[in-house]
């Protein structure tokens, strides 16, 4: 059931625009103030940069799409090949299918393939109400040799999902209590309707090394979850909260401005190079993609590479041309401006 509910999901997102309706990232509100005299030789922009100890060659993350499901090898496989090509960091879909069915494991191993990079363990939070230990946490990161574990929230989505796991209550001490006890750093990231302030806030005095916005804007597992059903009541009902949640650049401004220093990733609704560079501008660490990949996953690791490579030459060009030698200068920059238009 787990694995066929896996395989509609990817054939709803590759199929219907699941994106939220009369809501958007608000990356379009910004637009960078371009500098006529950059005063930078632009071949020498150094993307490198650092992430939980990890050395990446640009600041970005292949974001968890998949496992568990017959087709899910090939695709992460590739998703690692151009991961470890590339010198970005990769997250795995969530491995509660492979930690109740073994059988599963091997849809997430992609080590051998990607024997460099930053490579994220991942499970729903939820499940720690769910009978879920520490010691799943540690058997799902010595699966796949990960750098770290991505606790997902996913609320709303369990809400609207029919069988969902809805029991939030008490979460927090479990979060904290995996954080103490796990060998790798804990990221908890939300799938798609944004991290507040105070949310960020509670999660890194638990213990929380890392966050990922997950911002409104992108993929809409609400919208996923209507189309999925054939309940009528249901479909009404997941419906209402086709514009619900913290628009990703707002996410990213809120968690900042209460957890300045925590190492912050930024994803949802991310498509190009710029809106990566709007993204670390804005107070991010590194920027998050899933959905621009999705089909080019199914091809080949060359076609995800070859997707993957213009934004990160798009981000290249966007420093150059406001004078941003390094990520840690555009971290910084002053030339992001919200648009008057």
Known sequence: MLASRKEEHLRICLEEDVRPQGLTTGLERYRFVHQALPELDMERIDLRTEFLGKELRAPLIISSMTGGTPSAEAVNRRLAEAAQVLGVGMCVGSQRAALEEPRWAST?????????????????????????????????????????????LNPLQEAVQPGGDTCFSGLLHKIEAVCRSLPVPVIVKEVGYGLSGGVARVLIEAGVSALDTAGAGGTSWSEVERRRTTDPGRGQVAAQFSDWGIPTTESILRVREAV???????????ETGIDVAKCIALGANLAALAWPLLRASLRSSQAVIDTLEPIIQVLRVAMFCIGAPNVAALQGTAHLEESRL
Do not use: F, W
């Not at 990079?117 to 540690?138: I, K």
């Not at 912050?264 to 609704?269: C, D, F, M, T």
């Open 260 to 270: 300045p220093e925590v190492p912050l990733i930024a994803s949802g609704g991310l």
């Open 108 to 152: 997430y191993q992609v080590r051998e393939q990607a024997p460099d990079v930053l490579l994220l363990a991942n499970l729903g939070a939820v499940q720690l109400n769910e009978s879920y230990t520490v010691e799943h946490c540690q058997k799902a990161v010595e699966m796949i040799g990960a750098d770290a574990l991505v606790l997902h």
